[in-house]
């Protein structure tokens, strides 16, 4: 299982923890320094069955400086994916990705659903 992650944010600090005092075993990989492609995007939004803008980082400020708020409503789905493999910090987090299921966001009541907690 992959873990997508920056290790600055909180809710990613209490994602990792959950994950560990679960004994969930993942490869981290930090979404700053090795953002995700044009192809990993397009392949976990079609696998997790989310609208496009769940994997917004909406709060960041990469986000608002770039005014996609106003951008995303007349872009295609591809110009989104290019602009989320643009930059790491762009991609909502965090984020797991596995062979069953693509979760987006820190919820911990759905993480403990989906791995039995």
Same mark, same amino acid.
């Given at each position: @299982?992959?873990?997508? &992650?920056?290790? +600055? $944010?909180?809710? $990613?600090?209490?994602?990792?923890? &959950?994950?560990? !005092?679960?004994?969930?075993?993942?490869?981290?990989? !930090?979404?700053?320094? !090795?953002?995700?492609? %044009?192809?990993?995007? =397009?392949? &976990?939004?079609?696998?997790?069955?989310?609208?496009? *803008?769940?994997?917004?980082?909406?709060?960041?400020?990469?986000? *608002?400086? *770039?005014?996609?708020? !106003?951008?995303?409503?007349? @872009?295609?789905?591809?110009?989104?994916?290019?602009?989320?493999?643009?930059?790491? @910090?762009?991609?909502?987090?965090?984020?797991?990705?596995?062979? +069953? *299921?693509?979760?987006?966001?820190? =919820?911990?009541?759905? &993480?403990?659903? %989906?791995?039995?907690?």
């Amino acid at each position: @299982m992959l873990f997508l &992650w920056y290790p +600055k $944010c909180t809710t $990613c600090q209490k994602a990792k923890k &959950w994950l560990d !005092d679960n004994q969930v075993s993942y490869e981290a990989r !930090d979404i700053k320094t !090795d953002n995700p492609t %044009f192809e990993e995007i =397009k392949e &976990w939004h079609n696998r997790s069955g989310l609208p496009l *803008k769940r994997f917004f980082n909406t709060s960041g400020l990469v986000y *608002k400086e *770039k005014e996609l708020k !106003d951008k995303l409503p007349g @872009m295609t789905e591809e110009e989104q994916y290019k602009i989320l493999a643009s930059d790491g @910090m762009l991609v909502k987090r965090p984020l797991i990705v596995d062979e +069953k *299921k693509v979760l987006v966001g820190f =919820k911990q009541e759905e &993480w403990a659903a %989906f791995y039995g907690k």
